[in-house]
């Protein structure tokens, strides 16, 4: 496996699964210092047209490109980041086989770090439920679910699901990590469904 899904997959570990042992901390916080500086220095080197509301596209395939960082794939971390990224996927094929409906990505949406701040307030184009989307430019996925005015997505953070990175964009019922995020959709999924 390449260095690029290996860094992916450390970060999502240190951001998401939560505290971690001293030991793993030490091995981690190396690498999440590695993609911040790296997030940091494609922030400081954008051209003026890209800063502000200029160009999305090149700011966010910056953003979401594949990091180049080493990681253990046998770290518990790992296994566990990938493992979720399967989950994810089981359910996007699930609602996209069950016909919810598809909103089409707008640019807009991207804050131009990769991230979706926008489109938890698109109260327009995202009906209510589940839906799906997917940022054409990156090729990844989205995951949306709409309460009344309440929008929360988990979504793929690099492109092409590189390093089975999930991140998410909302609030639900105070939950800050994606893969508690992914962990409610799957209830919600499951009890509007009738399965257990």
Known sequence: MNSFIKCGLVFVAGCVVGTLSER?????DPLVK???????????NRKPSEKGNGDLHSVT???????????????????EAMAKHRQFLDLYDT????????????????????????????????????????DALTN???????????????FERYR??????????????????AHDVLDKFIEFYAAEHGQQ
Request: aromatic share 6%.
């Open 61 to 79: 395939l910056a953003h979401t490109a594949k990091p180049d960082i080493e990681l253990d794939l046998e770290s518990d971390v790992v296994k």
């Open 24 to 28: 793993n901390r030490d091995k981690i």
């Open 34 to 44: 590695a993609l911040r500086d790296r997030a940091k220095n494609i922030i400081a």
């Open 140 to 154: 990844r996925k989205c995951i949306i679910h709409r309460n009344d005015n309440n929008i929360v997505v988990v």
């Open 160 to 177: 092409d699901g590189f390093a089975s990175v999930l991140v998410h964009n909302g609030a639900l019922e105070g939950i800050n990590r």
């Open 95 to 134: 609602l996209r086989s069950k016909e919810v409906p598809y909103v089409p990505f707008d640019m807009k949406w991207n804050n131009g770090t990769g991230y979706l701040d926008r489109l938890i307030e698109d109260l327009v184009a995202v009906p209510q439920g589940f839906s799906t989307s997917i």
